[in-house]
Nanobody
């Protein structure tokens, strides 16, 4: 069983930055693809970013490309999401996900509890 714990959310003004972290338990972390998803009030959960087990490949939603950067530190069992130039529409609960999936967009077996990001205008 793998547990994922997100941190780093908060309130920030538009144009600001935040860095989310997701710490994972377990010894097989480096074999898992990891993803970030978000869900805004009244909306469905949506894909934000993903990274391969080695960290060599990343994938981003068009809405965050050029503003968000996902990375991982396999020695620390942690993935990060650096969010720059934040917009009010980035406001959502952000979830970390992980697992052996063939698609960056779905199929993750493990999910965190989420961390709230609020961007004020």
């Amino acid at each position: 069983q793998v547990q994922l714990v997100e941190s780093g959310g908060g309130l920030v003004q538009a144009g600001g930055s935040l860095r989310l972290s997701c710490a994972a338990s377990g010894r097989t972390f480096s074999s898992y693809a990891m993803g970030w998803f978000r869900q805004a009030p009244g909306k469905e959960r949506e894909f934000v970013a993903a990274i391969s087990g080695s960290g060599g490949n990343t994938n981003y939603a068009d809405s965050v490309k050029g503003r968000f950067t996902m990375s991982r530190d396999n020695a620390r069992n942690t993935v990060y999401l650096l969010m720059n130039s934040l917009k009010p529409e980035d406001t959502a609960v952000y979830y970390c996900a992980g697992g052996k999936t063939s698609s960056y967009y779905s199929g993750y077996a493990y999910w965190g509890q989420g961390t709230q990001v609020t961007v004020s205008s």
